[in-house]
């Protein structure tokens, strides 16, 4: 894995894991925020041809 795949993945995984945060607070704008931050990393994603394989992508939207 790449250095830039392995940044991806991390900046993901830390930005589902802030949503999951922002959910279990009730915090609805750091929710959008963070929802708005993995839609953007997922696009990142697609057009260089990453697989993240992990459902990121149904996580943002379910903000």
Known sequence: MTEFMTTLHL???DAVAALKSARARGDEDL????AGEI?????IAARHGVD??????????AA
């Open 39 to 43: 839609e953007d990393l997922v696009e």
């Open 52 to 61: 993240i394989d992990c459902g990121y992508g149904a996580l943002a939207h």
């Open 11 to 13: 900046r993901i995984h």
């Open 31 to 34: 929710c959008l925020v963070q």
